[in-house]
């Protein structure tokens, strides 16, 4: 685990000076097929994740977000996001990471995972049964036993996955949580496992979005489950996510749910 950690981290820094490269407030960017911005970084930081893992573990699979290289009967599958936060990218904004996890394939489940924010240079990363960590110093969920006088998040809605986001504000809102939205719900959400937020909910469906968040917050003493409040595959696509500090998942699990479409 130690050299697949190493390995990761590596990757990340070579992301970091690609996608460092490119950010301005003069980003060019183009638009996807499902109204979503693609900048030159997410494609080139995508390439280069698939090269690097080609020539180490040329069994290992791969799943980006913009191009993956799945090969048959493979144990593990790297699931990676170039840029969560394209948005904020093509915009000029500096909310957006890099975000990767090992997978493994026989339950879908992360064992490693690493978000590093390449403007901030806070990189986050936990393995199964070793904890997690930012730059080195080992980080924990929140305390908090109710959402007064605390941060939350949501992603926008989902109706591919059937919620509307619109209780979270308002339910959560009078349980007095500052609930904040961010161009890349990694980018606040990892505030989860860092404790300063103690819970939020993502409504997209693709593994690649929150596979490295799953086990980053659950080695910190959270939980993280899809909207229904089961467990989920992160290879593929799902139902969304909620991710907290373990106590108040319940709490945020019975919310969500009056947001079924």
């Known amino acids: ?18 996608a460092l490269k490119y950010f301005s407030f003069e980003v060019k960017s183009t638009w996807k097929e499902d109204n979503t ?3 030159k970084a997410d494609t080139e930081i995508n390439n280069l ?4 893992i ?13 191009k993956s290289d799945r090969k048959e009967n493979s144990k593990y ?26 997978v493994d394939q026989s339950n879908g489940l992360p064992i490693l995972g690493l978000i590093n924010d390449p403007v901030m ?11 997690a960590y930012r730059n080195g110093n080992k980080i924990f969920v929140s305390k908090n036993k109710t959402f007064l ?18 209780p979270v504000h ?7 949580s500052r609930v904040m939205k961010f161009p890349s719900f990694v980018y606040g959400a990892i505030q989860v496992a860092n404790g300063k937020f103690v819970a939020g909910a993502f409504y997209g469906k693709d593994g690649h979005d929150i596979a490295a968040l799953k086990i980053i917050t659950e080695e910190a003493g959270g939980k993280v489950t899809d909207l229904n409040g089961n467990e989920r595959r992160y290879d593929e696509e799902g139902i969304g996510c909620i991710v907290s500090n373990g106590i108040l998942h319940k709490e945020l699990l019975d919310i969500v749910q009056t947001g079924k479409l």
């Open 77 to 102: 599958i790297w699931v990676c996001d170039p840029i969560d936060g394209t948005m904020a990218f093509s915009c000029g904004l500096p909310m957006f990471v890099f975000s990767i996890a090992l």
């Open 37 to 39: 911005p693609l900048v």
């Open 170 to 176: 308002k339910l959560l809102g009078e349980k007095k």
């Open 54 to 66: 080609n020539e180490t573990y040329p069994e290992h699979s791969i799943y980006g977000e913009e």
């Open 149 to 166: 006088n605390t941060y939350s998040l949501t992603g926008a809605s989902g109706k591919d996955v059937g919620f509307s986001n619109l």
């Open 121 to 131: 240079k806070n990189m986050y990363w936990a393995y199964k049964g070793g904890g």
């Open 1 to 18: 685990m130690a050299e697949y950690l190493e390995f990761a981290k590596n990757l990340a820094k070579e992301a970091e000076e690609i």
């Open 49 to 52: 994740v698939i090269k690097r």
